[in-house]
């Protein structure tokens, strides 16, 4: 089992609907979580962190983290053809900072 | 304010040679991990530099090695390349634990 899992997709939205993204984590000591956007042939851009259980939200974006299911997925507003990419969620162990374990992405694509 | 850079873009390399990569981080970050990312495996971490000292390893072999500079800058090593090390090697920046912002990356091909 990997240890930061993530469907591979590709997820298809439309337009203006909402994308979920999820994540699952199998080490319960994991106690920081990202989420990255990466587009194709670019460096991954940090969207959210959270480390706290329950919903964090910035504009259009929202995490959300349950630590006793060790889950945290990210809900995309108002999707736009823009956010079409790969989102890679990451942890950090307890005592492990600055080591980013990473899932192997969803694609998204948002049709016009 | 400057992001972090990495230098070179793109190198191509022969198998049995060695290279080195280069990475400057944000002013006053003092963290710095180098990860690389293939199709294959996605992105994997490689090792964290704080204040000069390896702070995290992965797992990746001995050919792998990395040092950071008394100015937080970094550099990884790899020695007797492979073929298989062909990838996109990117360095990420942090002043503390909950952002960790990417270079552009330096992509090595292994002929």
């Known amino acids: 089992q990997k240890e930061v899992e993530q469907n591979s997709g590709p997820l298809s939205v439309p337009e203006g609907a909402i994308a979920s993204l999820n994540c699952t984590y199998s080490?319960?000591?994991?106690?920081?979580f990202f989420w990255y956007r990466q587009y194709s042939g670019k460096s991954p851009e940090l969207i959210m962190f959270?480390?706290?259980?329950g919903d964090k939200e910035d504009g259009r974006f929202t995490a959300q983290l349950n630590k006793a299911s060790q889950y945290v997925s990210l809900l995309i507003r108002d999707s736009q053809p823009s956010d079409s990419a790969t989102y890679l969620c990451?942890?950090?162990?307890?005592?492990?900072?600055?080591?980013?374990?990473f899932g192997q992405g969803t694609e998204l694509s948002v049709k016009p | 304010k400057a992001g972090v850079t990495q230098t070179p873009r793109y190198l191509i390399k022969t198998r049995g040679q060695q290279v080195t990569l280069s990475c400057s981080p944000i002013?006053?970050?003092?963290?710095v991990s180098w990860y690389q990312q293939t199709p294959g495996q996605g992105l994997q971490f490689l090792f964290e530099?704080?204040?000069?000292?390896?702070?995290n390893k992965g797992n990746f072999p001995g050919r792998f090695s990395g040092r950071q500079f008394s100015n937080s800058r970094s550099e990884m090593n790899v020695s007797t390349l492979e073929l298989g090390d062909s990838a996109l090697y990117l360095c990420?920046?942090?002043?503390?634990?909950?952002?960790?912002?990417f270079g552009s990356g330096t992509r090595l091909t292994v002929v």
């Open positions: 990451a942890v950090i162990r307890d005592n492990q900072g600055g080591k980013l374990i």
């Open positions: 959270i480390y706290s259980n």
């Open positions: 080490d319960r000591g994991s106690q920081s």
């Open positions: 990420a920046s942090s002043l503390d634990t909950y952002g960790y912002t």
């Open positions: 530099y704080f204040s000069e000292t390896q702070r």
């Open positions: 002013s006053g970050h003092r963290s």
